[in-house]
């Protein structure tokens, strides 16, 4: 059974910092490329952010400069590291594990993310 699990949204202060976390099981996790998604109520889920298994990252415009993808194969686990920031960040986020060489996808259940001033 395959497994995507966040963790660490919640409420922060604009200027803030939250590092949102994606546990994966029942996976091999270094065979999939990694993705953050993120959606408010009524609207479409957008994507926010990616990482290979090789360590390389895709930002959306919205959150460039301000967000930091990572990942740690040997934890089977996806970060987002989210600094400055503002209400429009405001959504929940959701963890994507995409298979590099077919068409298998799995996502997390969301966490929420509230920034409010």
């Known amino acids: 059974q395959v497994t995507l699990v966040e963790s660490g949204g919640g409420l922060v202060q604009p200027g803030g910092s939250l590092r949102l976390s994606c546990a994966a099981s029942g996976i091999t996790f270094s065979l999939y490329t990694m993705h953050w998604y993120r959606q408010t109520p009524g609207k479409q889920r957008d994507w926010v952010a990616s990482i290979t298994d090789g360590g390389s990252t895709n930002y959306a415009d919205s959150v460039k400069g301000r967000s930091t993808i990572s990942r740690d194969n040997a934890k089977n686990t996806v970060y987002l590291q989210m600094n400055s920031l503002k209400p429009e960040d405001t959504a929940v986020y959701y963890c994507?594990?995409?298979?590099?060489?077919?068409?298998?996808?799995?996502w997390g259940q969301g966490t929420q993310v509230t920034v409010f001033s």
């Open positions: 994507n594990a995409r298979f590099n060489f077919g068409t298998l996808t799995y």
